[in-house]
């Protein structure tokens, strides 16, 4: 029996008529600890100043405010709630695309208004039922410690075989932390075998996609999409898997039926957006920029490449047609949100530049548009941070463009020294120049990369460390040489570090401190600053 007594509850929702009847409710029940906030960013402070057991959360907190999706994002991903609290997303709407836009980030329950106190009392009864019998798993994810939740859930299954299926996810998702896939595989594989379930499908496709075998996965989510084809995120999935095989087009269909199906997701539109630029369809990667770009104010998520990505995509979409007020308007406000929002990010306050600079040209006003680049170009010279290879290619191709030949080739062969050993990057640097001193700027460098890595595999950690140490002084700049250099000497000096290899690792890293966070390696280079530099 749920004692509301003992239990602190938070009521968010924009009318004050609502929180006070459903405060009413509460207090009726025996509740004594009711607080109640109006508006997301409100209720954010107080989960960061009080832990609550219960949130009862509305979806709509009024426009240009965070919705109760957003709220709850934050709320996880700060952890600014347990695994013990009872979220239930709470909303007046019934339409599919705001129900499966509130169910992604499966809030606890989802509760329709009107509502009357015994309708609340049995869904909190039932809720806390719950989590009071998944307590152990609970607080071990709390203390993020997977190989105790699959102990918690051994423990629960031997306690009483019924609650084995409450455990399934629990377990996947704690076999997934600890890398241990074949595990895994094998028991995602018994699931759907026995109940098919479309987080079991998700979780299964994400993994062989991650081993490699991408016909399986994508034969997994064929599997999925039939049998729950209402499910955005096995859209999702099986757009990543199309990607790797090249087909684009495809990929961007299935993220169109997804954003159908659950429309309020930025970082889906975002993707869909990249997808439709790749694809030459910059109507639709228009129209997905944009809705990133509206749907990211108020999200944790909001994200200036949207910015610039839907400045690119109209004026990619006007291409020989100049720009008529309205577009030029909307490049204006994004690409000045970008530049507000970013003081300190010359790498930003530079790509804002050049893309204004390019619609000036594409105007008619190449006087202007020089003016722009030229303090760009400026900005270069002194920046220390790297662009992204996207960003880097973009502004090459913008230099190009708008007659800075020399300032296109210093950027490409920067994107070269830091990103050549990545063949696909080669390749795209290879359709905007042939100019050999960018070429072949890093041959020599990466095939020592190789070397080292194959020596660092066979055990020869001392020849890996020769070789890495021989490629780092020709490309200091090189991301992979220069983690694989740190790696090296951290391994080898184990637990004795000596000031000395301190010293060559720490220069070893400050060349490449402008890593951007987009980079797959930032986390492994992240885990290295903190052993070297200790934060």
Known sequence: MLQYGQKSFLIVDDYSDFRTSTRSMLRELGAREVDTADSGEQALRMCAQKRYDFVLQDYHLGDGKKNGQQVLEDLIIDKLISH???????????????????????????????????????????????????????????RSRPAEVLAACAELCRKDPRFAPLCL???????????????????????????????????????????????????????????????????????????????????????????????????????LGKLAMENGDFEGATKAFRQAVNQG??????????????AQALMSKNQGHGLDARTRVEINTVLSEVAKDNADDQGLQVRARMMKAASLQQVGDPETAGKLTEQAVQRLEKMEQFFSVDAALTVARQLQALGQDGAAVSILKGCVETYGDDPKVMESVSKLTDDPAVLNAVTQAVELNRQGVRSYQGGDLKEALDIFRRALAMQPKNISISLNTTQALLRIAGDKLSEEVMQECRKSLNGVAGIPASDNRYDRYRKLHIRVFGA
């Open 169 to 271: 996810r629990y377990r996947a998702d704690a076999l997934r932390d600890l890398n241990r896939f074949d595990e895994l595989e094998k028991l995602l594989t018994a699931i759907l075998s026995s109940r098919p379930q479309p987080w079991a499908y998700a979780a299964l496709g994400s993994l062989l996609h991650k081993r490699g075998k991408v016909s399986q996965a994508q034969g997994v989510y064929d599997q999925a999409l039939k049998a729950f084809p209402i499910m955005p995120g096995l859209y999702d999935g099986m757009a990543q898997v199309l990607v790797a095989q090249g087909e684009s087009k495809r990929a961007q269909n299935m993220l169109e039926e997804a954003v159908r199906l659950s429309p309020l997701a930025v970082r889906r539109q975002s993707m």
């Open 297 to 310: 104010k108020s999200s944790r998520y909001k994200d200036p490449e949207c910015n610039l990505n839907l």
């Open 84 to 142: 013990e609290c009872v979220f239930v997303m709470v909303t007046a709407e019934s339409s599919q695309a705001i129900v499966l836009s509130a169910l992604e980030h499966e809030p606890d329950a989802y509760l329709t208004k009107p509502f009357n106190r015994v309708g609340l009392a049995q869904r909190l009864e039932k809720l806390t039922q719950r989590k009071t019998l998944l307590k152990p798993i609970l607080q071990a994810l709390d």
